[in-house]
């Protein structure tokens, strides 16, 4: 299996409903934390996420961001980052960014937002860390914000240097920031950061985490204090953090995080890392599912990260950045606002319209007597199945029972068509990631993939084409329980 299929999901089709979506802080919507759940926060709150597809479940269908890689240097050593790549902390090892200067960062913004009408976020995530390599952050941001100053601003850091930065990023309008936070215990973090350079020299062991693990805490209060939403990444280490993490869940919410990512550690040999080279492997989809229910009663969780590099350009999911090679850039990119305008506004009406949509398919479910189901989805974005199945490059996949409709990860694979045939060993890899899935939704599929699919027992619809993905598979599950009953019958 490929190393960076990402099994967050799901494995476990559960027979009640799943302690992860109880219920987070207190609310009484059943779907905190997911697309219908923004709609339980206070109107100030939903409008600051309701574009950004990495705070809002429901954004991530209709926006895009994209990072550009103009802060390379970093001050601390990860244990599962080499720094032949980018920052591992939004990132999956193994794969380079091309660095910039911040004119160069600026530019690609203009032609971004010249081509992506999607585009909603700017995000610095590296390829080392923004808040220690500051000024090309901060210049970054200002030339961005001078030419385009709707686009929200967004940075991703190890929180080291960032409390000397708060206030500075809250004069620049800049409203969303994640910290990666691995530990909050030292001793935790002296297997995962083996020194931090503070104060003009290197420290090592338990004084370097504890120097870490203060100046993190520091961030939150700092960043809440000046009202910058907050997200928490935190990498999911099996034998180091794993019984932690539900520890750091909370003390993170109680220190105002809006959002607490659990990412799965990504090691192999190849990557050079200290975690990879000693065979530290990533946790199953058991054991991140586990740490995610452990948490369901503290911090929103995030289930829809892509783990996306240092230079991602799109939709989550989809990476548009050899488009936008420095080469390729104009000189001087002229930037019209007209496009990005008008798609808002139609996501205005469309998104009322889903909403309404996912309601009701979240009210058929629960009328449903029938076990919970698994199911993929073929979607290039709009909440909708719209997707062939050969161009599916991941899958969305989505949980229904009682409690509803609702994602629960995404599954990576090539995509089996390449451009008038398929390829066999592709649509094998496909099949080995939709293990323990027996429904994909797509908008078109061949004959040979149906078969081939079929004969591994996943069944592919096509009759709920276009539809939202929330009323396919609540359609599908009843279609299934009715054929069920039946059968038995
Ligand atoms: Fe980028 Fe990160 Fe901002 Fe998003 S990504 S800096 S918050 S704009 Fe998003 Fe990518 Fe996951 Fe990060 S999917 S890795 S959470
Ligand atoms: Fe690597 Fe990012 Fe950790 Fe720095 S903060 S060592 S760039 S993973």
Redesign the pocket.
């Given at each position: 299996m490929r190393a960076d299929i990402i099994r967050l999901d799901d494995l476990q089709v559960r027979t009640s409903r799943p302690r992860s979506l109880a219920p987070a802080g207190g609310c009484t919507a059943k779907r905190c934390g997911a697309a219908a759940g923004d709609n339980v926060l206070p109107e100030a709150t939903r409008a600051r996420i309701q574009d950004h597809p990495c705070y809002s479940e429901e954004a991530h269908h209709y926006f895009a961001r994209m990072h550009v890689a103009v802060a390379p240097a970093?001050?601390?050593?990860?244990n599962?980052?080499n720094?032949r790549y980018?920052?591992?902390?939004e990132s999956r090892p193994g794969v380079v960014s091309e660095r910039l200067t911040p004119e160069e960062g600026a530019r690609k913004v203009l032609a971004v937002a010249s081509r992506v009408p999607q585009l909603a976020v700017l995000g610095i995530a590296?390829?080392?860390?923004g808040a220690y390599d500051w000024a090309k952050t901060r210049a970054t941001f200002e030339l961005v914000h001078r030419r385009i100053p709707d686009l929200k601003l967004c940075l991703s850091?190890?929180g080291l240097a960032l409390p000397d930065h708060v206030d500075e990023l809250a004069e620049m309008n800049v409203a969303h920031v994640t910290v990666?936070i691995n530990m909050i215990d030292p001793e935790i973090g002296q297997a995962i950061y083996p020194w931090i350079f503070w104060q003009n020299r290197r420290r090592y062991g338990l004084e370097a985490s504890r120097i870490l693990h203060e100046r993190q805490m520091e961030s939150l209060e700092r960043l809440r204090a000046r009202d910058i939403l907050v997200k928490v990444n935190s990498v999911l280490i099996p034998g180091v953090n794993d019984h932690h993490l539900v520890e750091v869940n909370k003390a993170v919410k109680a220190r105002g995080a809006f959002l607490h990512n659990i990412m799965p550690l990504i090691a192999a040999p190849e990557h050079g890392t200290v975690f990879g080279l000693e065979g530290r492997r990533g946790p199953t989809a058991a054991e991140l599912q586990a740490v995610q229910d452990a948490c369901g009663g503290g911090a929103r969780l995030m289930r829809h990260c892509r783990q996306c590099r240092a230079d991602a350009v799109g939709m989550l999911g989809e990476d548009r950045g050899q488009e936008f090679t420095l080469d390729q850039l104009p000189e001087a990119p002229a930037y019209d606002p007209t496009e990005r305008e008008t798609y808002r506004a139609w996501v205005e009406t469309e998104r009322a319209d889903r909403r309404a949509a996912v309601e009701a398919a979240d009210a058929a479910a629960e009328a449903v007597p029938a076990p919970p189901l698994l199911v993929a989805v073929c979607t290039k974005g709009g909440g909708r199945i719209n997707q062939h199945f050969g161009k599916a490059r991941e899958f969305q996949i989505y949980a229904v029972d009682a409690a509803g409709v609702r994602l629960v990860g995404h599954r990576r694979a090539d995509n089996y068509c390449l451009g008038g045939h398929g390829d066999p060993d592709r649509l094998e890899r496909v099949i080995e990631a939709l293990e323990g899935v027996p429904v994909i939704l797509c908008q078109r599929i061949g004959n040979r993939p149906r078969n081939c699919l079929a004969a591994a027992g996943i069944e592919a619809v096509e009759a709920h084409a276009e539809a939202y993905i929330e009323t396919a598979v609540a359609a599908v599950y009843a279609d299934r329980a009715r054929m069920d009953a039946s059968a038995t019958a």
């Open positions: 970093c001050n601390i050593q990860c599962y980052c720094r980018d920052c591992a902390n590296g390829p080392g860390d850091t190890n990666t």
